[in-house]
């Protein structure tokens, strides 16, 4: 195998990687920033002399572990997947006088896109575990329900990491472990640890009740409907479409913001076929 197929590979496999963790690792990400806007009314962490201060600092704790995953990738010294520079003059001439992070930004925004059209299945997730946290007797089953759904979309997401990892290395040269060392960079693991720790703080109680059969399955059906969703090609693909309208001051010119709009739906196109 030549030179140019190994680049061809390995490149093809980072732009599946980072399309399924754009969508899913960033949509994980506005389901937890919500998330975070309710816990942040649950009485134990109104309690200030009874530990509640460090219950926030605990969620705080999740998001700063977000923030080292960002700065990650954003400032990474091998295997940069966000260095305009590391582009192909091809692919850099599509793009203005950007920086890394606003590259960066710029896939990231795929999640918002994605949050937003799968927004009434997150719904219907955070509604399926409030059910259950009313039925288990739980405390502010409005609020941890949130917490909960959280908790479920990163878990998620770093499932998401896993199977793209294992399915560029079943589709090119590269090995598995050569693919995690890679696109490892890419998990959320760290953040959904830290959020766990945080929920599991709020009310233990959420760690110890049991579902009932009933319960179990319709939660599954929950996260795998939107699993589904979040990697169907129309997602995606719309969503990266979604992210190209929205941030037209990343490309060079018009006619470049149009071209990958046309190339976005060629590739939806020919995915779905």
Known sequence: ????EVIRQVSAAASMVKLCCGVANNAAWVVTLD???QVKKHRNINKRMQGGHKLLWMYKQAIEEFHKYERRLIYATENRMFHVDD????VRKKYGNITDRQYYEFWAS????T????????TSLWNKYRLSLIHHNIEQPDIVAWAMTAQACLELAVTVCDNAIISVSDRSILTK???RRIFSQFSVREVAKAWMRA???TDPLTDTYELDHTEERNIEMGLEQLEEAWLSPDTMYESTAGSIEDYDDVFRTKGEQKKALREIGDLKDYTNK
């Open 1 to 4: 195998m030549d030179r140019d």
């Open 115 to 122: 949050y937003e059209r799968t927004k009434p299945m997150i």
């Open 199 to 201: 929920l599991q703080a």
């Open 177 to 179: 472990d050569v693919s």
């Open 35 to 37: 998330a975070f806007d």
């Open 110 to 113: 795929i999640g918002g896109e």
């Open 87 to 90: 582009m192909s003059d091809a």
